[in-house]
């Protein structure tokens, strides 16, 4: 048996950030611009306004997962989240493959997350300024470059300790929730119960829009929901990790769920959902409809300011994956290096933010669809395969948190992303298989380097296992 040895990710990094940074961190991330550029896109989906289930199947799928986040967090609260649950449980047979590949896809899924926040942005901006759209409410050239732009000044303002980030991010977290209440107090002053909870006709027969629709609606909704793990990522980041950590995820989906449940009602209590549907600014419509154009474009800035706040909190969490990767010789070396003043990786930070800008110059869904395919098969479905590993490996393993009714959640959780998977259409899963197996490829090459399996011996080091996790990140 392998010694314990440090599990640290820890070292060079600063514990500045407390529970209610980071609940604001991942409830930031969460909603974004997220439920705004997709309320359109469900209710067309779902055929009415039967959507609201919908984003409540989200919200489940979202609260299972992260009980699967929870647990291992608080386990092993280092940089780097699903890199070192993975690298952990998977050691025992496939040596590093799956830490890899799940590095490998995560380069590419949190930056096409952060792109669609960008594309999001200007579409509202397009309420504002035409001139950066076109006549379907899509980005143009000029939008483009504006996106572009703006992913440049988000690098800027995270290129800082990471307790002058907080500071920022505690900021915006509150235009976020001014942005989302004032769309919801504007929806429920002319709100019509007819609207809302009148659905189509044999909506929810065999073969009706409900089900129909339902994949790609949750495919959406989930869509929604990501984020609420972004702490994780910044396990060596958080005080008290071990409570802090969970409870900021756990807090997060609920109330991001309770939020987006007001608010879609409210959209849809306010506008028929024929007109939603066609819609490229909804919550804008919604404003001009109830308090005038006047209030919806000021409003709209703030709309505008919350997806600007939610890519630069993908960015700050997504920049530290690589991190820990790095530092262990299973990914290029130069994401191993914290900025040696301000101490954090900064590399991480400028390629992610690159891939991000190039993103953003993809179409909404298609970027939607692309990320959701992505992070099934390395992330979502094999962190809840690690821990169930874990729970039979390393049984000693101390765990400040463990999930409630284990292990139904996790399976839930596998068959709810399975779903999620095979909805999110053939493209997108042809894509993500091609991905993957250049990832395999590039590992085999690497491995064959490093001598390490299958070309040499596995190298496990149970680096968690006997320490105290609050230490131990």
């Not at 001139?131 to 000044?153: F, R």
């Not at 800082?160 to 209440?181: E, P």
């Not at 984020?227 to 609920?254: D, F, K, W």
């Amino acid at each position: 048996m392998a010694q314990p040895r440090e599990g640290g990710s820890s070292a060079g990094f600063e514990r500045r950030l407390g529970l209610g940074q980071a609940t604001a961190i991942n409830m930031t991330q969460m909603c974004g611009i997220g439920p705004f550029i997709t309320i359109p896109l469900i209710v067309t989906a779902m055929g009415g306004p039967q959507a609201v289930i919908g984003w409540v199947v989200g919200a489940l799928l979202a609260l299972l997962d992260g009980l699967i986040w929870a647990e291992l967090g608080a386990a092993m609260p280092g940089a780097g989240g699903t890199y070192l649950y993975l690298r952990e449980a998977f050691q025992y047979r496939t040596g590093r493959l799956m830490p890899f590949l799940f590095v490998w896809t995560a380069v590419l899924s949190i930056p096409l997350i952060m792109s669609s926040g960008i594309i999001g942005l200007v579409q509202y901006l397009g309420y504002l300024w035409p001139a950066v759209v076109d006549s379907a409410g899509n980005p143009n050239v000029l939008g483009h470059v504006i996106g572009i732009l703006l992913v440049g000044a988000i690098a800027v303002l995270l290129y800082r300790k990471v307790g002058d980030v907080s500071r920022i991010t505690t900021v915006f977290f509150c235009i976020m929730l001014f942005s989302i209440l004032a769309v919801v107090i504007a929806a429920y002053t002319h709100f019509h119960p007819d609207l809302a909870f009148t659905f189509p006709k044999g909506s929810f027969s065999l073969g009706g829009h409900f089900w129909m629709g339902l994949g790609a609606g949750l495919m959406l909704a989930i869509y929604d929901y990501l984020g609420y793990y972004t702490t994780a990522y910044m396990g060596a980041e958080i005080r008290n990790p071990g409570r802090n950590l969970p409870r900021s995820i756990i807090i997060s989906v609920i109330g991001i769920m309770l939020l987006y449940l007001l608010l879609q009602i409210g959209v849809l209590g306010a506008v028929p959902w024929q007109e939603i549907a066609h819609s490229n600014s909804a919550a804008a419509l919604v404003l001009e409809r109830t308090w005038g154009s006047v209030v919806a474009k000021v409003l709209t800035v703030f709309i505008v300011i919350t997806a600007f706040a939610s890519v630069f909190a993908g960015l700050l969490g997504g920049s530290r994956v690589p991190y820990e990767a790095a530092k262990d010789r299973v990914f290029l070396p130069w994401f191993g290096k914290l900025h040696p003043r301000l101490r954090f990786p900064h590399v991480g930070l400028l390629v992610l933010g690159v891939i991000t800008a190039l993103g953003s110059l993809l179409d909404l869904s298609t970027v939607i669809s692309m990320l959701n395919a992505v992070i099934v098969v390395v992330q979502a479905v094999a962190q809840a395969v690690a821990l169930i590993v874990l729970r039979r490996r390393q049984p000693e393993l101390r765990r400040p948190y463990k999930q409630w009714l284990y292990p139904v959640p996790c399976v839930l959780a596998i068959l709810g992303w399975i779903y999620v998977y095979i909805s999110s259409g053939t493209l997108a899963i042809v894509l993500s298989l091609i991905w993957l197996a250049v990832g395999v490829s590039a590992f085999l090459i690497w491995a064959r380097v490093e001598r390490t399996w299958p070309f040499g011996p596995k190298d496990i080091q149970e680096r968690f296992l006997g320490q105290d996790p609050v230490q131990a990140g």
